[in-house]
């Protein structure tokens, strides 16, 4: 965006003009009004600035070149964290008034009002970190207006000390004078705060006594010693321990209930993260970035106690974003953090919430009287082939807006799936994605949900007019919805949603190929799918081909024991006798075999399903990995990383694909392959890596295929089977010289973190095309129109 196009008509004589501009994008919290004020005073043009519900309003007066000039600043010098997405400009009457100020923000909202994110602590605010001579001299929480605390603390719009919960601390006469000087750093730095007025750090103890001496020493102690600490950070607690202890790691499973799933680390630096890890350029850049995510880097062989992630070749990487993580880190090169939870219940972020995991879990909370608004965990990506991929969309990007190809109206609220929970509120073009709120099958993350919801709805001052949500029945989601009171209910299939989410990020008009790879959806037939290629609009689809139906024997005991599909998938080949089968490194002695087989001949507790997860699982049970698991996605995650070791990484095996439409693509002669080479002596780790090649192979083959017959040019891919590092990178080269585009998720997470988005985009384009009304319709599905 250019000054010149936004003021090609000002006269740059020395005549006087006053402009009202409204500036829309992230404006609000990242020092934005500061940034204009000092704008202001280097051109030498009058006025005020302003916070509004719709963004910053700024009047100057000024003549023609002082004008100008102000405009380059404004844009070439804006704050580091500062994103201008347009800037509405409107000549008025001149008034002469002399000076520029900052004017008392105006309330209410708008369309256009943006959250502001959270962002790690700033190298300004580390010196003085450190600084002894500096008044916020080892101040776990100092801030400025470049990092620090926003949506976390924010409890309405404008962004302003009052609607956030720094609203209890009165600024003593350091913060006061800096947070009015215009030329600080700290200029209306709205969580401002210093040792004389600010939150108070303490350490407490199992039973809720405060431990005496420095809360941040006494806690190091606690950490040295083998214990674990909860840590309060920006949107929630963590729960700390040395990760280069086996015994503190191990005691932190037990506790949890956490057998296998990995845990995070953050490193003490960049440095330290390469000692453990590779990382390319994108990736050191992801986690040295503001937003400090989280990222998924491929582990060097380095002595981390193999409870860390146990068969997992990535570890999750991060580094200390708060000036507390920096003060408490010191002295240790790395510390597990985890979120402060059971498996599979929300995050801890209240102080009547610590009782639950004090004495439980942790041995001691360093805590604090600064209120989170609310909860926020920790985002997290990976890079296949330098793609930047969420595949968890919370702290340091929600919530920021994802704009809408097509937008209504009316608000819609779309409710997600059940796991790794979302909802998405809509309000004109834009989406606002929720943090993402875990399992919702679990009666506390219903609640948390709830919560979030009314809150987003609260601040964004909007009230849902329709509701989307899954087709599955028995989704928590589903059943919110069909009680929520609102004038039009619809139902979206699943995969449809995963294609769609996908689509938006790009703003693809469509038709495109979907693919949708995952563990579970509701499919418009009543089966489960989750192997599934589209031809997808937003309104519609077509299901064009999908993986060749397959007994799910006992529902979900079947995804909690991938052993199950490995006897699915060798009863397609070998019959009955399937059950008495032995291969090296694997057979059913011990499992119950024969009586899964009778539920599967007798369809007793079993549904058909498409699913490609269950693919992964069946050929990881085969390959010794594993009968049981504990975690989603457990199995798929260690067959990737044993096929990270391979040495025939060429190896292909084929499916069988039969006509029509839909097509059906047959897994079986895939695990037919893994058997005759199982029985033939190759490696388990040239078997996974062959399997993987010819799951990726397939997927582009059929794409490319499908996008020619059908006249297009784009291929999307969603689903949980695309947080795959190595099936994404197998794709992306397979694909590279194919005349169709493939795209992957950039915005939201591919798994069901990001069925919402899709969800209320589906619902507004159904509604454009006037497929659903007023009034308390029945839920639509869609499937078929498409052609």
């Known amino acids: 965006m250019g000054w010149q196009e936004i003021f090609n008509n000002i006269d740059r004589a020395g005549t006087e003009v006053r402009l009202r501009l409204v500036v829309r994008g992230r404006v ?60 509405e400009p409107e000549r008025i009457a001149v008034t002469g008034q002399p000076g520029f100020v900052i004017a008392e923000s105006e309330g209410g909202t708008s369309r256009d009002a943006l959250f502001p994110v959270d962002t790690a602590v700033c190298e ?40 956030t919960t720094m609203r209890r601390f009165t600024m003593d006469r350091l913060c006061g004078s800096q947070y009015a000087d215009p030329g600080d750093r700290r200029f209306h730095a709205e969580p401002i705060s210093c ?5 108070v750090l303490s350490l407490i103890d199992s039973g809720g006594k405060v431990i005496p001496g420095d809360p941040i020493d006494e806690g190091r102690k606690i950490l040295a010693d083998g214990g674990i600490l909860a840590v309060k950070g920006l949107g929630g ?50 986690l040295a970035s503001p937003e400090a995510p ?30 507390l993580h920096h003060l408490l880190i010191e002295g240790f090169d790395l510390l597990v953090m985890t979120s402060a939870n059971f498996t599979d219940e929300p995050l801890i972020s209240r102080e009547d919430e610590l009782p639950g995991i004090l004495g439980r879990i942790a041995d001691a909370a360093l805590t604090n009287d600064r209120e989170i608004a609310h909860k926020c965990d920790d985002s997290i990506f990976f890079v296949p082939g330098r793609t930047v991929i969420p595949l968890r969309r919370a702290r340091g990007f929600v919530p920021e807006p994802v704009i809408l190809p097509q937008y209504h109206d009316r608000c819609v609220l779309a409710t997600g799936g059940q796991e790794k929970g979302t909802f998405t509120l809509t309000r004109g073009d834009r989406a606002f994605v929720s943090s993402h709120l875990g399992d919702l099958g679990d009666i506390r993350g219903q609640e948390n949900f709830k919560r979030e919801l009314e809150s987003f709805c609260a601040i964004l001052g909007v009230s849902p007019e329709v509701v989307v949500s899954d087709l599955h029945p028995d989704y928590f989601t ?101 059950a008495s089968m032995e291969l090296p490194g694997f057979s059913f002695e011990g499992l119950p075999a024969q009586q899964v087989l009778g539920m599967v001949s007798r369809m007793i507790n079993t549904h058909m399903t498409s699913s490609a997860g269950r ?91 499908l996008a020619a017959e059908n006249g297009c040019r784009e291929v999307v891919l969603s689903g949980g089977v695309f947080q795959n590092r190595l099936l994404c990178e197998n794709i992306m080269k397979s694909s590279a010289s194919s005349p169709a585009s493939f795209h992957f998720h950039r915005i939201v997470p591919p798994n069901d973190g990001g069925v919402s988005l899709g969800q209320a985009q589906v619902g507004i384009a159904k509604m454009i095309k006037g497929i659903t009304g007023d009034g308390n319709v029945s839920p639509i599905s869609n499937e078929g129109d498409l052609r």
């Open 124 to 163: 300004d605010c580390l010196r003085e970190l450190a600084d002894p001579s500096d008044p916020r001299f080892r101040y776990p929480f100092i801030n400025c207006t470049n990092c620090g605390p926003r949506f976390t603390i924010i409890n309405g719009l404008p962004y302003d000390r009052d609607l």
């Open 28 to 87: 609000q919290g990242v020092g934005f009004r500061p940034g204009v004020y000092r704008s202001a005073a280097e051109a030498g043009v009058s006025g005020f600035v302003l916070n509004t519900g719709s963004g910053v309003v700024i009047e100057i007066e000024g003549n023609g070149p002082s004008i100008e000039e102000f405009g380059r600043l404004l844009i070439e010098e804006a704050p580091p964290l500062a994103r201008i997405d347009s800037i």
């Open 478 to 578: 589903t059943r919110f919805a069909d009680a929520y009171d609102c004038s039009s209910r619809i139902s979206v299939q699943h995969h449809h949603a995963h294609a769609v989410s996908v689509m938006v990020e790009y703003g693809l008009a469509g038709p495109v190929i979907g693919v949708s790879f995952d563990g579970t959806g509701y499919g418009s037939d009543g089966n489960l799918w989750g192997g599934e290629f589209l031809l997808a609009s937003y309104h519609d689809f077509r299901r064009l081909a999908h993986l060749k139906y397959v007994p799910l024997p006992g529902g979900a005991v079947a995804v909690r024991e991938p052993w199950r599909m490995a006897l699915v998938y060798l009863r397609e080949l070998f019959g009955e006798k399937a």
């Open 615 to 705: 693919l992964f699982d069946a050929a990881a049970a085969l390959l010794g990995l594993g009968t049981k698991v504990s975690y989603e996605a457990q199995a798929a995650i260690a067959l990737e990383s044993l096929a990270l070791e391979a040495s025939d990484p060429e190896r292909r095996y084929s499916f069988d694909i039969s006509a029509g439409e839909p097509a059906l693509i047959d897994g079986a002669p895939v695990i037919r392959g893994i058997v005759d080479d199982l029985k033939g002596g190759r490696s388990g780790r040239d078997i996974a890596a062959a399997f993987h090649l010819s799951v990726a192979d397939m997927i582009v083959e059929m794409a490319m295929k």
């Open 237 to 286: 607690y963590h729960l700390a321990c040395l990760a280069k202890d086996e015994k503190a790691v191990q005691l932190l499973r037990d506790r949890k209930n956490r057998p296998v799933k990995p845990f995070a680390i953050m490193f003490s630096s960049m440095e330290t993260v390469l000692r453990y890890c590779y990382a390319d350029e994108e990736e050191a850049r992801l």
């Open 294 to 323: 989280i990222v998924l880097l491929k582990s060097r062989q380095s002595g981390l106690p193999a409870a860390i992630a146990p068969g997992n070749a990535y570890t999750g990487a991060f580094l200390p974003y708060t000036p």
């Open 195 to 199: 040792p004389g007025c600010g939150p």
